[in-house]
């Protein structure tokens, strides 16, 4: 977190490979925040490889997917990450027991 406490002070392009790998979903929102004041600034530009749907969902981000035909957008509802997720959330009992087979 210090990185983004610290280091988003703008004026560049920013490439992360999950920033969010080590963080909590409350940490993973501080994350975003910092990056959110260092584009309204004007003078930032971000690219984010990450699984987290948290990140993904960030207002205005385009999202690439890596497919056998080349990057193609996807809407983050749309990723797998996000799909597993909301599934799990939404009956996570029903959920375990699909994936354990019981």
């Known amino acids: 977190m210090a990185l983004f406490r610290n280091r988003l002070s703008g004026g560049g392009v920013y ?43 960030y207002p205005g981000a385009t999202l690439l997917h890596l497919t056998p035909f080349g990057l193609m957008k996807r809407p983050f509802q749309q990723t797998e990450h996000f799909q597993v997720l909301s599934e799990c959330y939404k009956a996570p009992e029903d959920f375990m027991n699909t994936i354990f087979d019981e």
């Open 15 to 57: 490439l992360f490979d999950e920033p969010e790998a080590a963080l909590s979903p409350v940490l993973q929102i501080e994350c975003l925040q910092s990056v959110r004041e260092a584009e309204k600034r004007g003078d930032a530009q971000f690219v984010i490889a990450t699984h987290s749907p948290f990140v993904m969902a």
